[in-house]
Protein backbone atom coordinates (compact mmCIF):
# COMPACT_ATOMS: atom_id res chain seq x y z
CA UNK A 1 0.00 0.00 0.00
CA UNK A 2 0.95 3.34 -1.01
CA UNK A 3 1.59 6.55 1.76
CA UNK A 4 -0.52 9.21 1.33
CA UNK A 5 -0.13 12.75 2.13
CA UNK A 6 -3.00 15.58 1.99
CA UNK A 7 -1.15 18.47 1.07
CA UNK A 8 -3.04 22.21 2.27
CA UNK A 9 -0.36 23.96 3.71
CA UNK A 10 2.69 24.90 2.51
CA UNK A 11 4.21 22.84 5.13
CA UNK A 12 2.29 19.67 5.15
CA UNK A 13 5.21 19.05 2.22
CA UNK A 14 7.40 18.62 5.49
CA UNK A 15 5.74 15.09 6.17
CA UNK A 16 7.42 13.62 2.56
CA UNK A 17 10.32 11.98 2.89
CA UNK A 18 12.75 14.05 1.69
CA UNK A 19 13.71 11.55 -1.36
CA UNK A 20 10.39 11.91 -2.78
CA UNK A 21 9.61 15.01 -2.54
CA UNK A 22 10.81 15.36 -6.14
CA UNK A 23 7.82 13.44 -7.22
CA UNK A 24 5.28 14.92 -5.25
CA UNK A 25 6.35 18.66 -6.29
CA UNK A 26 6.41 17.44 -10.25
CA UNK A 27 2.62 16.10 -9.72
CA UNK A 28 1.50 18.99 -7.31
CA UNK A 29 2.61 21.10 -10.33
CA UNK A 30 0.20 19.46 -12.90
CA UNK A 31 -2.72 19.70 -9.61
CA UNK A 32 -2.33 23.19 -9.89
CA UNK A 33 -2.29 23.75 -13.45
CA UNK A 34 -5.94 21.79 -13.41
CA UNK A 35 -6.62 23.79 -10.55
CA UNK A 36 -5.67 27.07 -12.52
CA UNK A 37 -8.03 25.46 -16.00
CA UNK A 38 -10.51 24.52 -13.80
CA UNK A 39 -10.77 28.05 -11.99
CA UNK A 40 -9.51 30.40 -14.28
CA UNK A 41 -9.93 33.83 -13.20
CA UNK A 42 -10.38 32.83 -9.43
CA UNK A 43 -7.96 29.94 -8.81
CA UNK A 44 -5.93 32.17 -6.72
CA UNK A 45 -9.30 32.71 -4.39
CA UNK A 46 -10.27 29.05 -4.64
CA UNK A 47 -9.54 26.62 -2.25
CA UNK A 48 -7.04 24.29 -2.89
CA UNK A 49 -6.56 20.58 -1.18
CA UNK A 50 -4.51 17.71 -2.70
CA UNK A 51 -3.81 14.20 -1.83
CA UNK A 52 -0.20 12.73 -2.97
CA UNK A 53 -0.18 9.26 -3.11
CA UNK A 54 3.39 8.12 -3.06
CA UNK A 55 2.28 5.10 -5.12
CA UNK A 56 5.08 5.68 -8.61
CA UNK A 57 2.30 6.20 -10.62
CA UNK A 58 2.21 9.70 -12.51
CA UNK A 59 -1.49 10.37 -12.39
CA UNK A 60 -3.48 13.06 -11.02
CA UNK A 61 -7.01 13.17 -9.96
CA UNK A 62 -8.13 16.48 -9.01
CA UNK A 63 -11.81 16.84 -7.45
CA UNK A 64 -13.34 20.27 -7.41
CA UNK A 65 -16.35 21.06 -5.72
CA UNK A 66 -17.13 24.87 -6.44
CA UNK A 67 -20.59 24.86 -4.33
CA UNK A 68 -22.69 23.45 -7.82
CA UNK A 69 -21.10 20.47 -8.69
CA UNK A 70 -17.59 18.07 -8.28
CA UNK A 71 -15.29 18.42 -11.37
CA UNK A 72 -13.36 15.39 -11.57
CA UNK A 73 -10.15 15.39 -13.78
CA UNK A 74 -7.59 12.85 -14.62
CA UNK A 75 -4.19 13.95 -16.48
CA UNK A 76 -2.20 10.55 -16.92
CA UNK A 77 1.88 10.81 -17.88
CA UNK A 78 3.59 8.36 -19.49
Do not use: Q
Amino acid sequence: MSAEYTLVRLDDLLAIPADRRRACLGELELALGLHELAFGDVATTTPFLMTWADDGCSDITLDINNGHEVLKLEVFKP
